[in-house]
């Protein structure tokens, strides 16, 4: 399994970007995956969370209400929209799934190279 993340920069706050990881491998379409953050000096944190057939998300609740994750598993796809940004935002998200990952047993094996998101006030 390769993760690429990619949608990344500098964005003014108030903004909307949308993040978007490809996944290889034909069985994307059978996990669940996620979006962590890690802002610089601090630890990485969950940010969302999608079933493998988008009918189950799970937010952190300081994203909750403004980022919104899906996914087109046509495309090997996930999406990150991210809207109302805050300069607290800030940080290098990454992708992450597992073949291995269920909803209720979330694994993150696989991670993608992470994409800095920089929000400006």
């Known amino acids: 399994v390769q993760l690429q993340a990619f949608g990344g920069g500098l964005v003014q706050a108030g903004g909307s970007p949308r993040l978007a990881c490809t996944a290889s491998g034909r069985t994307f379409s059978s996990y669940t995956t996620g979006w962590f953050r890690q802002a610089t000096g601090k630890e990485r944190q969950f940010v969302a969370a999608?079933?493998?057939?988008?009918?189950?998300?799970v937010y952190a609740d300081s994203v909750k209400g403004r980022f919104t994750i899906a996914r087109d598993n046509a495309k090997n796809t996930m999406y990150l929209e991210m809207d109302s940004l805050k300069p607290e935002d800030t940080a290098v998200y990454y992708c992450a799934g597992d073949p291995r990952s269920t909803w209720s047993r979330p694994e993150y094996g696989y991670w993608g190279q992470g994409t800095l998101v920089t929000v400006s006030s």
């Open positions: 999608i079933n493998w057939s988008g009918s189950s998300t």
